[in-house]
């Protein structure tokens, strides 16, 4: 069922109080929860789609969609019969703390182990407003090219996970895979790298595996 919301932006100096309100109801309620951000194109809604699909039996999802105009990501994930809130920001680029509070008021969080936002298809602004979420994941593919992390290094230092997305492309791209991860662990020494195809499912596992983990520490 998809909630549509249409939610424009508020006062900067507001957003970083709103933020802690949300990340103490996350964290009042267990919820694991994850910021999805990268460029518009960078595989972001393959990605949680491909993640729902192989964990819709164990954990029970909630799904916030950020997009300036439509519904058309929230659409792709109607299939699983899970709560999704889709928020237009009808201009705004990115999303912002208020928009997600008013987000998850209108989710079932009693019902809700792991939480996704998916943030508005951009490389830069989202990586300035914190949004209240706990983990922060970049998703860059292969397709956007190596210079990504160089060009926008504050999305990239702000993220915890790094998704490089679209492998399956590589016998076909350049791509310095070595490049992008040297330079991406020069930026942010701690974050978790992991190179995957949301498409095939190569190195898919990695991924879940790692949430598996982060979810068994939020029960413990
Ligand atoms: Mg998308
Ligand atoms: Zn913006």
Redesign the pocket.
């Known amino acids: 069922m998809i909630k549509i919301l249409r939610i424009e932006e508020s006062l900067f100096s507001e957003n970083e109080k709103i933020a802690n309100e949300v990340s103490s109801i996350l964290k009042e309620r267990k919820i694991l929860s994850f910021n999805i951000m990268g460029a518009p194109g960078s595989g972001k809604t393959t990605f949680i789609e491909k993640t729902i699909e192989m964990l819709k039996n164990d954990f029970r999802f909630g799904i916030i969609e950020g997009d300036v105009e439509g519904k058309y990501d929230s659409e792709k994930l109607e299939k699983f019969n899970i709560p999704i809130v889709q928020i237009n920001t009808g201009g705004?680029?990115?999303l912002e703390a208020n928009m997600v509070k008013n987000g998850i008021l209108n989710l079932p969080l009693e019902n809700i182990d792991i939480l996704i936002v998916e943030n508005i298809g951009?490389l830069i602004?989202p990586a300035e407003f914190p949004i209240g979420i706990e983990k922060n994941i970049v998703v860059s593919s292969i397709t956007e090219g190596e210079d990504k992390v160089e060009k926008y290094p504050l999305m990239f230092k702000i993220s915890h996970i790094c998704i490089l997305n679209k492998i399956d492309l590589l016998p076909y791209i350049d791509f310095n895979v070595k490049k992008f991860e040297d330079e991406l662990k020069r930026l942010s020494p701690q974050i978790n790298f992991i190179k995957l195809s949301s498409k095939t499912g190569e190195n898919f596992n990695q991924w879940i595996e790692f949430l598996r983990k982060l979810m068994k520490e939020k029960r413990s």
């Open positions: 705004a680029c990115h951009n602004c």
